[in-house]
């Protein structure tokens, strides 16, 4: 089965399941890039780099991480994914709870002005 790229200003994203119950997505970010500063309402997070330099933002703390490492993320965290390096980071969103659509997204802050 292909997977549709889910392409915005900072990378890419592509949904890999797609559950009642889960959603799980393979996520790339371009060098000096970053995500918006985000919460979600109804689901948590489990990140898990497969590859590059991040810093990852959870609350007021700041996370530097690499391959291999991981971080979970309540519902209702602050948080943000940074591509500090020069290349691609890329790593594995496991979505849980109860609602997994992208208007389940309150951003708090914006590189690309959808604030």
């Known amino acids: 089965m292909d997977?549709?790229?889910?392409?915005?200003?900072?990378?890419?994203?592509?949904?890999?399941?797609?559950?009642t119950d889960h959603k799980v997505k393979r996520i790339t970010v371009y060098p000096g890039k970053r995500i918006s500063l985000q919460r979600h309402g109804k689901r948590s997070e489990h990140?898990?780099?497969?590859?590059?330099?991040?810093l990852v933002t959870l609350d007021s703390g700041k996370h530097p991480m690499k391959q291999g490492e991981?971080?979970?993320?309540?519902?209702?965290?602050?948080?943000?994914?940074e591509n500090l390096g020069g290349c691609n980071v890329v790593?594995?969103?496991?979505?849980?709870?109860?609602?997994?659509?992208?208007?389940?997204?309150?951003?708090?802050?914006?590189?690309?002005?959808?604030?």
């Open 3 to 19: 997977q549709e790229e889910n392409r915005r200003e900072w990378g890419f994203y592509e949904v890999l399941s797609d559950g």
């Open 47 to 54: 990140w898990f780099i497969l590859q590059g330099d991040a």
């Open 70 to 81: 991981s971080i979970d993320i309540g519902v209702s965290r602050i948080h943000r994914m």
């Open 91 to 115: 790593f594995i969103e496991v979505q849980t709870g109860s609602y997994f659509g992208e208007d389940d997204i309150e951003r708090l802050e914006d590189d690309y002005g959808r604030v």
